[in-house]
């Protein structure tokens, strides 16, 4: 696919973390983004530091967990940005749903942001990119998508959800001249990792993460899988049969 010029960008969940990494390192390169998140002070926060440095980041209050209120807002930023060139669905949430003491709340909390939000999000301009012949979307995964985590059973299946989701987008997508990319991150120090208690191996800055995300996207990879240190093994994992990964999981939980 021919090399593209981003000049708009959308980037949920950018209150902190990843997201606000990735907003912040999309503007220093000249594009104008929209940061979209639930902590406006938050996201003011940021426009300020990228003004200071040059760049533009507008805030945009914005729950994902509302999908029509998103879906529609969405659209209404596209017309009124003139067209938005690269959509991030970064927003998401974590929490252990042991299945031993599931709570159908704390699910739902979880579905409704990294599914339901996701896919409000990413589905809110698709039909003017395709007509547009240009965009790009993003999905914002994780390693956990491969197989089902001890304890994370909701987590685990969100992003495998939205990675089989952003596959099939990138199958159908295909000489349109829309982009796809799935992005598998492992993990990233952040507010959401700064709750577990549970061993994190090859713990990654947020900036480094940040800067392989951000040169991933602008080349129009389909895929991103990091920190390689745990893709590897985490890919390795997933044609384990059945009974071993059981054994293995049930240690590590």
């Given at each position: 696919?021919?090399?593209m010029?981003?000049?708009?960008a959308?980037?949920?969940?950018?209150s902190?973390?990843?997201?606000?990494?990735?907003?912040l390192w999309?503007?220093?390169?000249?594009?104008?983004?929209?940061?979209?998140?639930?902590?406006?002070p938050?996201?003011?926060?940021?426009?300020?530091?990228?003004?200071?440095?040059?760049?533009?980041?507008?805030?945009?209050?914005?729950?994902?967990?509302?999908?029509?209120?998103?879906?529609?807002?969405?659209?209404?930023?596209?017309?009124?940005?003139?067209?938005?060139?690269?959509?991030?669905?970064?927003?998401?949430?974590?929490?252990?749903?042991?299945?031993?003491?599931?709570?159908?709340?704390?699910?739902?909390?979880?579905?409704?942001?990294?599914?339901?939000?996701?896919?409000?999000?990413?589905?809110?301009?698709l039909?003017?990119?395709?007509?547009?012949?240009?965009?790009?979307?993003v999905?914002?995964?994780?390693?956990?998508?491969?197989?089902?985590?001890?304890?994370?059973?909701?987590?685990?299946?969100?992003?495998?959800?939205?990675?089989?989701?952003?596959?099939?987008?990138?199958?159908?997508?295909?000489?349109?001249?829309?982009?796809?990319?799935?992005?598998?991150p492992?993990?990233?120090?952040?507010?959401?990792?700064?709750?577990?208690?549970?061993?994190?191996?090859?713990?990654?800055?947020?900036?480094?993460?940040?800067?392989?995300?951000?040169?991933?996207?602008?080349?129009?990879?389909?895929?991103?899988?990091?920190?390689?240190?745990?893709?590897?093994?985490?890919?390795?994992?997933?044609?384990?049969?059945?009974?071993?990964?059981?054994?293995?999981?049930?240690?590590?939980?």
């Amino acid at each position: 696919m021919a090399e593209m010029s981003y000049r708009t960008a959308l980037v949920t969940g950018a209150s902190s973390g990843l997201g606000r990494g990735l907003a912040l390192w999309l503007a220093k390169r000249g594009l104008r983004v929209f940061a979209s998140g639930r902590r406006l002070p938050q996201l003011q926060a940021l426009a300020a530091e990228a003004q200071a440095a040059g760049a533009t980041v507008e805030p945009l209050e914005l729950d994902v967990t509302q999908a029509d209120a998103t879906l529609e807002r969405i659209r209404e930023l596209d017309a009124e940005c003139g067209g938005l060139d690269l959509v991030v669905a970064n927003a998401g949430v974590g929490g252990v749903t042991h299945a031993k003491r599931l709570q159908w709340e704390k699910v739902r909390g979880i579905i409704d942001t990294n599914v339901t939000g996701a896919v409000a999000t990413l589905s809110a301009v698709l039909p003017q990119m395709v007509e547009r012949r240009r965009g790009h979307l993003v999905g914002i995964s994780s390693l956990a998508a491969y197989r089902g985590l001890a304890g994370h059973a909701a987590y685990s299946a969100s992003k495998a959800f939205l990675a089989t989701f952003m596959e099939s987008l990138r199958v159908d997508l295909g000489g349109t001249g829309v982009r796809v990319t799935c992005v598998y991150p492992g993990f990233v120090k952040s507010e959401m990792t700064a709750k577990n208690d549970f061993p994190m191996p090859f713990l990654m800055e947020t900036d480094a993460a940040v800067e392989l995300m951000g040169k991933g996207i602008l080349r129009g990879d389909t895929e991103l899988t990091f920190p390689w240190q745990l893709a590897l093994p985490t890919r390795l994992v997933k044609v384990l049969p059945n009974p071993l990964f059981d054994a293995a999981a049930r240690r590590l939980r």
